[in-house]
T-cell receptor, first 110, second 118 residues
């Protein structure tokens, strides 16, 4: 069962930053936070992951609170193509199974 | 990133027939592949873990005799839905990761196969 809680949906204006929250209050010390997204009728796409430090790549930034009980995925300049379901998943490093929750349906509007 | 393909992308079959879905890692060797199923408006549900050269490990509630998985090579895993029925209609997605030595390999997902059983 999923160990994360995400809002079911959110809207975002094109060109603005989208901040996607995720609660993982029962996260263990050896669990990483992963983010994937799934555009309609496609397979999920890896976005970013982190343990306790903030991370940034070409797609997004990941901000993890100091107590690691929550995190925020930031899409710096949302485009219409970022409309998707975003999944926040916690995972132990050497257990490659991914448990998908309901995710957040993000709709980017022009 | 690495590329994973699935074939076919969509298939329609009659009830009682068997359907084979292929999952290929195109530019890396995948020691482990996963098969997921996704019903409309629902999240992905893991069905089984497929390791190259060994028997698949099925999640609780998934019938291994109905969903046959073969991982005969480091680049190919197949899922065969035997004696398909309308309730098996779903979006089937595979994922793969390889043994590059990185501890935190991200999984790469295929584009999915839409199965419709009439």
């Amino acid at each position: 069962d999923a160990k994360t809680t995400q809002p079911p949906s959110m809207d975002c204006a094109e060109g603005r930053a989208a901040n996607l929250p995720c609660n993982h209050s029962t996260i263990s010390g050896n669990e990483y936070v992963y983010w994937y997204r799934q555009i309609h009728s496609q397979g999920p796409q890896y976005i970013i992951h982190g343990l306790k430090n903030n991370e940034t790549n070409e797609m997004a930034s990941l901000i993890i609170t100091e107590d690691r009980k929550s995190s925020t995925l930031i899409l710096p300049h949302a485009t219409l193509r970022d409309t998707a379901v975003y999944y926040c998943i916690v995972r132990v490093a050497n257990d490659y199974k991914l448990s998908f929750g309901a995710g957040t349906t993000v709709t980017v509007r022009a | 990133g690495a590329v994973v393909s699935q074939h076919p992308s969509r298939v329609i079959c009659k009830s009682g027939t068997s359907v084979k879905i292929e999952c290929r890692s195109l530019d890396f060797q995948a020691t482990t592949m996963f098969w997921y199923r996704q019903f409309p408006k629902q999240s992905l549900m893991l069905m089984a873990t497929s390791n190259e050269g060994s028997k698949a490990t099925y999640e609780q509630g998934v019938e291994k005799d109905k969903f046959l998985i073969n991982h005969a090579s480091l680049t190919l895993s197949t899922l065969t839905v035997t004696s398909a029925h309308p309730e098996d209609s779903s979006f089937y997605i595979c994922s793969a990761f390889g043994s590059s030595g990185r501890e935190h390999n991200e999984q790469f997902f295929g584009p999915g196969t839409r199965l419709t059983v009439l």
